[in-house]
């Protein structure tokens, strides 16, 4: 079985920055893949970024891109989700997900984590 556990949110101001920490129970062939997306009230979830364990490679949604960054410590089995110049827009629950491929598609991922709530205040 595979937790995810986020962590991190909360209230921050217009420019302002959050570090968003998700570590996983375990890492196999199925968790390959990390990826955070989020879900704004009254809207679908949408990807933000995503990560590969392996390579560290990453890719960004282009409403973050340039603003967001997305890196992993493996001994500690965790990704994380800088997140700075933050705007209102940003405001959601943030989900980080993991998965056997790197998508920008939520689908793509079997196992999800609870959310944290982030907050942008103008």
């Known amino acids: 079985q595979v937790y995810l556990t986020e962590s991190g949110g909360g209230l921050v101001q217009a420019g302002g920055s959050l570090r968003l920490s998700c570590i996983t129970s375990t890492r196999t062939l199925a968790t390959s893949t990390m990826a955070w997306f989020r879900q704004a009230p009254g809207k679908e979830r949408e990807f933000v970024a995503t990560?590969?364990?392996?390579?560290?490679?990453?890719y960004y949604a282009g409403s973050v891109k340039g603003r967001f960054s997305c890196s992993r410590d493996t001994a500690k089995k965790t990704v994380y989700l800088q997140m700075n110049r933050l705007e209102p827009e940003d405001t959601g629950v943030y989900y980080c997900a993991a998965g056997l491929q790197q998508s920008d598609r939520a689908q793509t991922y079997a196992y999800w984590g609870q959310g944290t709530q982030v907050t942008v205040s103008s």
């Open positions: 990560i590969r364990w392996t390579f560290g490679d990453t």
